[in-house]
C-alpha cells in the first residue's frame, strides 16, 4: 500500500504570498489531519478532516484554512504569509479511528 | 501544564545497548492513547509503537517496548539492541478521550555510537 504523499516537498515564498499544500492519504484513510512543526514550538495541530468535513480545529489563525475532497485528498491553504510561517508542515492519514496516524514526508516551507 | 513532557532533549547510547526514552503525560480523561513517533533527519514522523489507557500489557514491536505506568503517567519508549540507524528525533504523543488530533512532546535527539 503506498504511503501518505504530500506535494510539494519544498517551498519557498515571500511574505504576503499565500500558499497551497496538499496532502494524498493511504489508500482507504478517510481522515487526514494537519500538523505544523517550528523548532520554537514544536509540533502543533491544525486541523482535521473526515468525509470532507472539518472535525477539529487547532488554535492557529483564519489565515490557515484547509479542504478534502471527496477522495479524501486535502490540501491546506495560508494566505498573507508571515515569516513565522516557515516550517515543517506534516500530512497524517488514518482510518478514522482512534488509534494511530501515519504521517507523510512533509513540505517545508520558507517564507523570506 | 504540558500535557507530554520529554525531559532528555538528547541522548546516546552505543550500538548493540538498550536506552530507555522518558515520557509523562498529564490528562484527566481515563481514555487515551500514548504514541511512540521516530523522525528522522529526512522529516517524516515514523510510527513506532502504540500504548491504549486500558490495555493491561505493555506494548511491544519488535526492539521496541512501552513501559506504561498508568499511576506514574509514564510511557516510557525502550529501545532494544540499538542500531546505527535508530539515531533519530523521538517524540511522544498523546490522544486524549476521543479527541482526533495528537498532542506531542518537545522530543529526545537519541544519537547512537558506534
Known amino acids: 500500500k503506498a504511503g501518505v504523499t504530500q506535494t510539494p516537498r519544498y517551498l519557498i515564498k515571500t511574505r504576503g504570498q499565500q500558499v497551497t499544500l496538499s496532502c494524498s492519504p493511504i489508500s482507504g484513510h478517510r481522515s487526514v489531519s494537519w500538523y505544523q512543526q517550528t523548532p520554537g514550538q514544536g509540533l502543533q495541530f491544525l486541523f482535521e478532516?473526515?468525509?470532507?468535513?472539518?472535525?477539529n480545529k487547532g488554535n492557529f489563525p483564519g489565515r490557515f484554512s484547509g479542504r478534502q475532497f471527496s477522495n479524501s485528498r486535502s490540501e491546506m491553504n495560508v494566505s498573507t504569509l508571515e515569516l513565522g510561517d516557515s516550517a515543517l508542515y506534516l500530512c497524517?492519514?488514518?482510518?478514522?479511528?482512534?488509534?494511530?496516524?501515519?504521517f507523510g514526508p512533509g513540505t517545508r516551507l520558507t517564507v523570506l | 501544564a504540558q500535557k507530554i513532557t520529554q525531559t532528555q532533549p538528547g541522548m546516546f547510547v552505543q550500538e548493540k545497548e538498550a536506552v530507555t526514552l522518558d515520557c509523562t503525560y498529564d490528562?484527566?480523561?481515563?481514555?487515551?492513547?500514548l504514541f511512540w513517533y521516530k523522525q528522522p533527519s529526512s522529516g517524516e514522523m515514523i510510527f513506532l509503537i502504540y500504548q491504549g489507557s486500558y490495555d493491561e500489557q505493555n506494548a511491544t514491536e519488535g526492539r521496541y517496548s512501552l513501559n506504561f505506568q498508568k499511576a506514574r503517567k509514564s510511557a516510557n519508549l525502550v529501545i532494544s539492541a540499538s542500531q546505527l540507524g535508530d539515531s533519530a528525533m523521538y517524540f511522544c504523543?498523546?490522544?486524549?478521550?476521543?479527541?482526533?488530533?495528537?498532542?506531542f512532546g518537545s522530543g529526545t535527539q537519541l544519537t547512537v555510537l558506534p
Open positions: 478532516y473526515f468525509s470532507e468535513t472539518q472535525r
Open positions: 504523543a498523546m490522544r486524549e478521550g476521543g479527541a482526533r488530533q495528537l498532542t
Open positions: 490528562t484527566s480523561d481515563q481514555s487515551y492513547g
Open positions: 497524517a492519514s488514518s482510518p478514522g479511528g482512534v488509534r494511530e496516524q501515519f
